[in-house]
T-cell receptor
Framework: GENVEQHPSTLSVQEGDSAVIKCTYS??????FPWYKQELGKGPQLIID?????GEKKDQRIAVTLNKTAKHFSLHITETQPEDSAVYFC???????????FGQGTELSVKP | NAGVTQTPKFRVLKTGQSMTLLCAQD?????MYWYRQDPGMGLRLIHY???????AKGEVPDGYNVSRLKKQNFLLGLESAAPSQTSVYFC????????????FGPGTRLLVL
């Protein structure tokens, strides 16, 4: 079946450094790739998404890149801050039935 | 707008007991979803609904049932709880399905003893 692989599972960076999280997907028909941030004790919240007609999208310190040929996409966070510490999930849509398949999550820790 | 709300926030069950988790959304969304979240396994889809009166199975539907009698509500039922169903359950909704943002509720933490 369809799946999404996410790496790394944990990531620790110093404040001000960049963080990169990578995902690969299996369904070649996927065309929507959201990223969610989950803070402790809360539900996931969308931070950025990308559709298959573009290769990169930026929103302030956050950017996402997509390589449809290789079927992988990445989240880039620059100038990290302690409040960026959270679990991040990537996802890809499954074209049949309105579903998303999620990666396993990356726990990002930003040390002051 | 409250967005997506879930009831209860936390529950302890004994093996074999039943319960219903309630999800409500006030955004007039067509699509609603139930996920479970376990350590190291991300979010796995249990059941979902593409509109009032419809339901469909996700990745891990066994042991759960759902109903969508009203557009704004999506109920998840456990008929006979098992320790393997100890998890955090999240409900989500979206306006048009898989190319649109899913909005998540705050979660229900369930412990089955």
């Amino acid at each position: 079946g369809e799946n999404v692989e996410q790496h790394p599972s944990t990531l620790s960076v110093q404040e001000g450094d960049s963080a990169v999280i990578k995902c690969t997907y299996s369904d070649s028909a996927s065309n929507y790739f959201p990223w969610y941030k989950q803070e402790l004790g809360k539900g996931p919240q969308l931070i950025i998404d990308i559709r298959s007609n573009v290769g990169e999208k930026k929103d302030q310190r956050i950017a996402v890149t997509l390589n449809k040929t290789a079927k992988h996409f990445s989240l880039h966070i620059t100038e990290t801050q302690p409040e960026d510490s959270a679990v991040y999930f990537c996802a890809a849509n499954v074209n049949q039935g309105g579903k998303l398949i999620f990666g396993q999550g990356t726990e990002l820790s930003v040390k002051p | 707008n409250a967005g997506v709300t879930q009831t209860p926030k936390f529950r302890v069950l004994k093996t074999g007991q039943s319960m219903t988790l309630l999800c409500a959304q006030d955004m007039n969304h067509e699509y609603m979803y139930w996920y479970r979240q376990d350590p190291g396994m991300g979010l796995r889809l249990i059941h979902y609904s593409v509109g009032e009166g419809t339901t469909a199975k996700g990745e891990v539907p066994d042991g759960y049932n759902v109903s969508r009698l009203k557009k704004q509500n999506f109920l998840l039922g456990l008929e006979s709880a098992a320790p393997s169903q100890t998890s955090v359950y999240f409900c989500a909704s979206s306006s048009q399905g898989s190319r649109e943002t899913q909005y998540f509720g705050p979660g229900t933490r369930l412990l089955v003893l």
